[in-house]
């Protein structure tokens, strides 16, 4: 695991993606926030036609009213604890 300042990050761009190339975990701090790099695949950004299918489903069942509708943390527990 490594871990840099943005300067680093800056001076350190290309070994820093060969690291996470590589396998390793390599993150950035910026003031109190620290960020992960992590490695896009293609199919990440692919919508394929199952899923642009899955998609429409959920839609389609959300429009008639099948969906449940949690607001609130309480409300995500409870429903999680009823699983």
Do not use: W
């Not at 590589?22 to 992590?38: C, D, M, P, S, T």
């Not at 950004?45 to 309480?74: C, D, F, M, N």
Request: aromatic content about 8%.
């Amino acid at each position: 695991m490594t871990q840099l300042t943005v300067r680093d990050f800056r001076s350190q761009m290309a070994t820093s993606l060969d690291r996470v190339d590589a396998g390793e975990h390599v993150f950035i701090r910026r003031k109190n926030q620290l960020y992960a790099i992590v490695p896009v695949e293609d199919d990440d950004l692919t919508v394929t036609p199952e899923l642009a299918a899955k998609i429409e489903k959920a839609r389609q069942e959300y429009r008639e009213g099948k969906a449940v509708s949690l607001k609130t943390h309480e409300d995500i527990d409870s429903y999680f604890e009823s699983m």
